[in-house]
């Protein structure tokens, strides 16, 4: 190994994979309190529905967009109370990375990097609508990615129906 192969390279030269977190945003958001001002003067512990989904999408040359969609309902004694859908994204560079690295990067870890902000984007709408706010649990995404992962290859391996 010569000498000069440990030193940087210029801008572009490297070969090694990179990621990188270039932005994030909330690119739509929706508070809805369809039952105001009704919904302040029922009494009961809410019941809250909440939905997620993860999607990417390659923008351009070695970037792409994680969106993360959250959509949360509240009723209260049968009362829509308010209902939220957040889709908060972020654009990542990935440069030299084998797809095999690329798919569990894009559907785990940078979800991962993404939900606390999502998080805080919704907690302080609902807050903003006068509720209490509501902090999501923490998900564990790269558990969740094995798991899909997981029911992708036994459906791939499962023998079609009416065979024997």
Do not use: C, W
């Amino acid at each position: 190994m010569a000498e000069n192969d440990a030193l940087p390279q210029p801008n572009g030269a490297d070969e090694g994979p990179q990621l990188g977190l270039i932005a994030q945003y909330v690119k739509d958001l929706s508070f809805e309190n369809p039952n105001a001002p009704a919904v302040y003067q029922v009494q009961g512990q809410p019941e809250i529905d909440v939905q997620f989904n993860i999607g990417t999408t390659k923008v351009g040359e070695d970037v792409h967009e994680v969106a993360m969609k959250i959509e949360v309902k509240a009723k209260v004694s049968g009362m829509t109370a308010f209902q939220i859908e957040l889709v908060y994204a972020g654009l990542f560079g990935a440069r030299n990375v084998p797809e095999d690295a690329l798919h569990p990067f894009l559907y785990a870890s940078a979800p991962q990097l993404l939900f606390p902000f999502a998080r805080r984007v919704v907690a302080d709408a609902v807050r903003d609508g006068n509720f209490p706010p509501l902090l999501l649990d923490p998900i564990d995404f790269a558990t969740l990615y094995q798991q899909q992962a997981g029911q992708v290859e036994a459906l791939a391996n499962a023998e079609p129906a009416g065979e024997a």
